[in-house]
């Protein structure tokens, strides 16, 4: 008999502006649809949208033609007594969550299971939220979760989804001695279709495939732009989230010289990015902390090098040919690299191109992590 996963998520398809956490949930269910019997619970609106997903039901339970069964909880309809009433007419073996820092769709639903159904093993992956960059942001609100979780003993209730070593730490440092299995992100289907841009020496073109967010760091790297010599486009290809702070790498962006353009270019469907991806030579992500990074997997998917920090699991890319991870505090390094990037000759990049495909192939190979997700529910 397939165990039974209940499975609690902020957002879901046909989301996509939430990025990361939407396709986490995605590679799941794509991988496992057939080996558990998966139940979703998450919201009828994608991420800072108000407007429900058209061709979808609120607040019953729907089955996809693909046979995913998901509950779209409506915004008037997330009370505590109703979620109550939703988990109360279930049973599962698991209940899996995909996020650190929710009311409605972690807190309140693991108060409930430890409460009525606490022989359903809770799991909780924090898919990067405890990471020391992310939380920075919104420190005040994120340290209640935290000091919450902690204060009702929940920490040593459940089980902890570590995607990485750094996960392990962060999620030790801030709960000591709890129970954490190391099972990493599942990436998305090969993109068999391999691209060769035409890269003309002294000319380069970028995309940042991120949420418009001050975690995200989109500033820093405009910022590199300011004494790059040559022909430079930076798409960004995001959920504009943080009005704030698009303004604020707008404003950085019109500073730069008229050889350097930056173009906003606003969300986008997860199934479109392998056509979105083709003109652009390298994908930069300057984050200050992820946890996998499913922009910078895809990239590598797609046969893009990439330039991204070193706070992310994807380090020593110089060393493999596909890419550079570059600290934060060393920008005179970034620059270095960009104008590297805009010099070089179209035989080294495609170069880089091929060693990306191998690297992607590799990574599947040996990762392991179809394995490690089913001994992560044997528990």
Known sequence: MKKKILIFSDWYLPGY????????????????????????????????????YSGIISDKWTQAPDGTRTFYFSRKKQKRKNLKTLILSLDA?????????????????ILILLKYKPHIRIILAPRGMLHEGALKLKAPKKKVFLNLFKLMGWHKKILWQAT????????????????IKLVPNLPSALNTALNFPEKKQGE?????????????????????????????ILDVWGNKEDKEYLIRCEKLAATL???????????????????????????????????????????????????????????????????????????????????????????????????????????????????????????
């Open 164 to 179: 990485d070593e750094q996960e392990m730490k962060d999620i030790t440092r801030h709960f000591g001695n709890v129970s």
């Open 204 to 232: 380069v073109n970028f995309v940042f495939l991120s949420r418009v967010s001050e975690k995200k760091n989109l500033h820093f790297f405009i910022e590199c732009l300011k004494d790059i010599k040559g022909k430079v």
């Open 257 to 379: 010289s008229s050889d350097i353009v930056v173009r906003f270019k606003g969300a986008y469907p997860n199934h479109e990015l392998g056509e979105i991806l083709k003109p652009y030579h390298f994908s930069v992500l300057p984050t200050l902390g992820e946890n996998f990074g499913h922009s910078i997997f895809e990239s590598f998917n797609n046969g893009k090098p990439v330039i991204i920090s070193d706070k992310t699991p994807w380090l020593n890319l110089d060393l493999l040919g596909v890419g550079w991870d570059i600290p934060l505090n060393k920008p005179e390094q970034w620059q270095t690299i960009i104008q590297e990037c805009v010099e070089m000759s179209q035989t080294d990049f495609d170069e880089k191109v091929r060693k990306t495909r191998e690297f992607t192939e590799s990574y599947r190979k040996n990762a392991g992590t179809k394995e490690k997700y089913l001994t992560l529910f044997q528990e």
């Open 93 to 109: 073996d698991f209940a899996y969550f995909n996020s650190m820092f929710s009311l409605f769709f972690t807190i309140f639903p």
């Open 17 to 52: 502006k939430a990025g990361g956490p939407i396709q986490s949930v995605a590679n799941f269910m794509q991988v496992f649809r057939d080996t558990f019997d998966c139940s979703i619970i998450t919201s009828d609106t994608d991420f800072s949208e108000n407007t429900p």
